[in-house]
T-cell receptor, first 114, second 107 residues
């Protein structure tokens, strides 16, 4: 079984709808991250969490919110989806500081907002 | 100017060729990562290095901290090496990513 899973893997939705992307991990890592990937751009950090009680905004948090329900679960919500949020979304985990420790990525969620 | 620049953006080579992908960065870092993104979208970590050189199979990663430059080399390239290779740097506990190099190896 995969160590980092994301659901759904693909989602098509309409402008204005609320969407939740879920991430679960079995690695026992404290640190979890949400990124988005757009063609021609590098992965960009949306939100990150260093433990259950610690949530931090990344460089592109506007229009998104997150919830860290447990050490193993980190959800990303789009309160009112818009077309420019169409992208590939990745969840990742790391054991310690993201710079010194390897990050483990989920398989990605392809989101299309019409 | 992006903090992390990769070159080339696209690279096509024949099977067996020696491949070099470059990464330059403009900020102080504590570590540099090389990642591989498969055609299906999945991302795996290849290397993390803060100095010198690391080798894993046919892959070699080097970093020159003074010149703020890293290279990823692939020896005896194979079609299964076809993927996007991403450089990422850490300077403040978060990763900043390059836009990736798309590598295609032709049989």
């Amino acid at each position: 079984d995969a160590d980092v899973t994301q659901t759904p893997r693909n989602r098509i939705t309409k402008t204005g709808k609320r969407i939740m992307l879920e991430c679960s991990q079995t690695k026992g890592h404290d640190r979890m991250y949400w990124y988005r990937q757009d063609p021609g751009l590098g992965l960009r950090l949306i939100y990150y969490s260093f433990d259950v009680k610690d949530i931090n905004k990344g460089e592109i948090s506007d229009g998104y919110s997150v919830s860290r329900q447990a050490q193993a679960k980190f959800s990303l919500s789009l309160e009112s989806a818009i077309p420019n949020q169409t992208a590939l979304y990745f969840c990742a985990t790391s054991e310690g500081t993201g710079g010194y420790n390897e990050q483990f990525f989920g398989p990605g969620t392809r989101l299309t907002v019409l | 100017k992006n903090e992390v620049e990769q070159s080339p953006q696209n690279l096509t080579a024949q099977e067996g060729e020696f491949i070099t992908i470059n990464c330059s960065y403009s900020v102080g870092i504590s570590a540099l990562h090389w990642l591989q993104q498969h055609p299906g979208g999945g991302i795996v970590s290849l290397f993390m290095l803060s100095s010198g050189k690391k080798k894993h199979g046919r892959l070699i990663a080097t970093i020159n901290i003074q010149e703020k430059h890293s290279s990823l080399h692939i020896t005896a390239s194979h079609p299964r090496d076809s993927a996007v290779y991403i450089c990422a740097v850490n300077g403040n506990e978060k990763l900043t990513f390059g836009t990736g190099t798309r590598l295609t190896i032709i049989p």
